[in-house]
């Protein structure tokens, strides 16, 4: 058994959840506008932040910034064109559309419709009217939810069409607030049909979920109220609780069986968390580690190196067992043992978030495509998902990457990253205020919101 916490002590060896579980992600495609501002430079000085703080402590390097003439529909369209032209696929080919949103740009129509509008500017009036669509609103878990939904109506069988979950946001806060240097945009469509080529639902799924007031954006308002730190501490609750809850499924249903001294994590290669800033990441995973390593072989290493945790049965003041408390959770996420697990399951899914920010709801599956960009997934490894939304819910389900991973080509995207447009601080102002009313870019071969008429009704055109 492998002393190094990162590796996995388990050559998965059974088949029998790949042969179960043969729905799940084919392919994908994201969209991120080519518009960036870098965080360090000019923003952090006129915020007066040192960039040390963005980069290192909060892990961000540069924000995507719509252009004015782009929102979540048009970056939905795009992820979803890009997602049809690389599979080749036509519009009969596809059954439903879930899409996944919290930058709703109606609070009736459904994004959808609006995306299937526009697709049908390129593949011809009414190419999409046997495909249904529906917007779910869970914030940043809400694509996870539509993904859980759409894998069971793939499952199913009953249709032999495929089904594609679109991601899409604009993660906005107010200017000078702590929560805009973790704004970002983008959308991310998913091809989820039996035999897939990139992985496997194994479907089980553990949740979380309790009525919090961390994060919300009340009918009206273009920006999010955030209770930034309290966010965190929702975001890590639900995590546990929901981490806990697949961990059991997993044992009783024998998906994962580990043998004395051995826990969860060790039949896990990768960790994918929401995103919501990379540093986040790092957070989550330990206190998920934490708690699985805690009756495990892992401990003794843990305790060699950070000493004892804090028990509240050798405390008789409450409120000094919990500063303890913390302070061993600081010294365990700053500790080698941990680091090494971090940086060999978790880290570099973060990748791509560094270069884009928050992209909420398709965050966790930005991280997904850091790994495959990276090439850091090979077959038959499990991939452990772990996705949060604030209001609060969460939910860890896990999937196995099947042998046609290594087929799916790359998408360029971190080369397409590198070919943004830099912005300067005022026309992200502008814009971030909705008073940059001129494209940045010349739009080309791309959707556009062309213009919103006096009923509300948005109209959208396909710029050649
Ligand atoms: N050099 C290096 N690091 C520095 C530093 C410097 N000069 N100055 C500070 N830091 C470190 C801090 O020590 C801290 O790290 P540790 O936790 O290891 O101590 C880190 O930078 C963050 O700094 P602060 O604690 O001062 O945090 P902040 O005031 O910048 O706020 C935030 C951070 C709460 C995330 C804020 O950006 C925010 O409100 N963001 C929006 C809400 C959010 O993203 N919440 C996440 C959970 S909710 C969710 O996930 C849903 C969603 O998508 C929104």
Redesign the pocket.
């Known amino acids: 058994m492998s002393s190094i916490p990162g590796n996995s002590s388990k050559e998965i060896s059974s088949d029998k959840s790949l042969l179960r579980a043969a729905v799940g992600i084919d392919d994908m495609a994201v969209y991120i506008p080519s518009l960036y501002l870098p965080l360090t430079g000019e923003f952090s000085r006129q915020r007066d932040i ?1 960039p ?2 963005l980069t ?3 892990g961000v390097e540069r924000m995507a910034v719509p252009d004015a003439h782009e929102d979540a529909a048009t970056m939905a369209a795009m992820s979803l064109l890009e997602l049809m032209r690389r599979c080749d696929l036509q519009p009969g080919d596809i059954g439903k559309i879930y899409l996944g949103t919290e930058s709703a740009v109606d609070e009736a129509k459904a994004m959808g419709t609006y995306v299937i509008g526009m697709l049908e500017r390129v593949y011809g009036s009414g190419s999409f009217q046997g495909c249904s669509t529906v917007e779910f609103k869970s ?2 878990i809400g694509t996870t939810l539509a993904l859980e939904s759409i894998s069971y109506w793939v499952a199913a069988g009953e249709d032999e069409r495929i089904g594609v979950v679109i991601a899409t946001d604009v ?1 906005r ?1 107010p200017l000078h ?3 805009e ?2 704004q970002g945009a983008g959308s991310v469509s998913l091809l989820v049909k039996r035999d897939p080529r990139i992985a496997a639902l194994e479907q089980i799924y553990g949740c979380f979920t309790r009525d919090e007031n ?2 919300f954006r009340p009918l009206g308002c273009a920006t ?1 109220t ?1 209770n ?2 309290h ?2 501490q ?2 890590l609750d639900a995590m546990q609780g929901a981490f806990a809850s697949y961990a059991a499924q997993a044992a009783q249903k024998g998906l994962i069986a580990p043998k004395r001294g051995e826990c969860t994590t060790d039949w896990i290669e990768h960790l994918l968390f ?1 995103i ?2 990379p ?2 990441v790092e ?1 989550a995973s330990a206190a998920i580690l934490r708690q699985d390593w805690r009756n495990s072989r892992h401990w003794k290493n843990v305790e060699a190196e950070i000493g004892v945790e804090p028990e509240p049965q050798n405390y008789a003041d409450l409120e000094k067992y919990q500063v303890d408390l913390a302070g061993y959770a600081r010294s365990f ?1 700053r500790s080698r043992y941990f680091q090494q697990a971090y940086n060999a399951k978790v880290k570099d899914s973060a990748a791509l978030s560094r270069q884009v920010g ?1 992209i ?1 709801t398709g ?1 966790i599956y930005l991280g997904l495509a850091s790994l495959l960009e990276l090439r850091k997934v090979q077959a038959k490894e499990r991939l452990c998902f772990g996705a ?3 209001g609060c819910s969460a939910l860890v389900f896990s999937a196995r990457a099947m042998p046609g991973i290594s087929s799916v080509p790359s998408r360029g995207l971190f080369e397409r990253l590198e070919r943004r447009r830099e912005i300067s601080l005022q026309e992200y102002e502008l814009l971030h205020e909705g008073e940059g009313k001129e494209s940045l870019n010349r739009p080309s071969e791309e959707f556009v919101l062309a213009r919103i008429d006096h009923q509300g009704y948005r109209h959208y055109e396909y710029v050649r």
């Open positions: 040192d040390e703080k290192r402590g909060i914030a940043c993660a806060y607030s702590p929560g240097y973790t961390d994060f999010a955030v930034g730190k966010s965190n929702c975001y929401h919501p800033y540093r986040m957070y996420a928050n909420y965050s949060y939304g604030s």
